[in-house]
């Protein structure tokens, strides 16, 4: 007996027709709502939406049907919301009372004008977004300090931009303008270049560690990427096994390698001149002797020219040059 080849396509397009016959039989069919007027109303995205967007649908000024686009719009999954899981059942909004001449507002509305308390939003998104990068939500700085879920996040929007990587700053910039700043410094981590992003360092959601960060030192947030600077190192330099951010600012900086200041200011800031000129202007004390002891010059001591300290003490973040701490190649 032979068979004949069925193309994917063919085989796809069955299926097809198969699942939209048997939908009414497992009860996938569409929920529906009756209107003011007595005509019936069916779902447009969401199981038990139709009597919110008899009112809310494609012509509203806020694309509110976009949300089949998201996540939160997958009927397949038993987790999916509908409008009053986060607006509340909102009964007086549907009913207008008599007598009211404005309609009241939903139980729980999330906008730029909303009443309705940053705790009281985010308790709507926590319902569902609990455990796992949220965990430490309670307690945390965004939390409190009353932001909201909805002040970072587009719920109905196709594209949420605090986790698209190219948009992810420019929301975060909206409230810390002073790093948007840092970032546009000569010395930067590559963030307007879409490489890295915020979230690859802070967990906005809470942490363990400081200033939002994924580690709990800053140390173990910086070995994430690099690592080379971790050791073990047989000469250990205690700033910068202590914290990274003793030496450099993480989001941007006028000086060379994230640096807070250059070298040698930034070394003199802990190591106080013994032989070795501070001031720049080279004497007979100075690395290498003049003509005559005592002697002064306006020739710049060899520790100011180039890189400075780190000519001949390379090794800042630790060595293992036989030589001892000296931070040498």
Known sequence: MKYKRVGLHKIAWLLFIFAVGSAPAMGMDAATSEADDGTTIKDMVLRGDA???????????????????????????????????????????????????????????????????????????????????????????????????????????????????????????????????????????????????????????????????????????CYTCHAEKRGPFLWEHPPASDNCTNCHTPHGSSHASLLKSRPPFLCTSCHIAGGHSTTGIRTGTDLGPLATPGATSTTAAPQMVGKACLNCHSKVHGSNHPSGARFVR
């Open 51 to 221: 009597k919110c967007t008899r009112c809310h649908d494609e012509s509203e000024e806020y694309p509110v049907l976009a949300i089949g686009k998201t996540k939160h719009g997958v009927l397949a999954d038993s987790r999916t919301p509908t409008c009053t899981s986060c607006h509340g059942n909102s009964e007086t909004h549907i009913n207008k009372p008599a007598g009211v001449k404005e309609r009241p507002k939903p139980d729980r509305t999330f906008g730029k004008k909303s009443q309705t308390s940053a705790a009281d939003k985010n308790q709507a998104c926590l319902t569902c977004h609990q455990g796992g990068a949220r965990m430490n939500w309670a307690g945390s700085q965004h939390a409190s300090g009353e932001v909201a879920c909805t002040t970072c996040h587009q719920v109905h929007a196709q594209h949420d931009k605090v986790r698209v990587k190219a948009t992810q700053p420019e929301v975060c910039y909206t409230c810390h303008k002073e790093q948007r700043a840092q970032a546009n410094r000569a010395s930067h981590h590559p963030i307007n270049e879409g490489k890295v992003v915020c979230s690859n360092c802070h967990n906005p959601h809470g942490s363990i560690g400081p200033k939002l960060l994924h580690k709990a030192t800053v140390n173990e947030n």
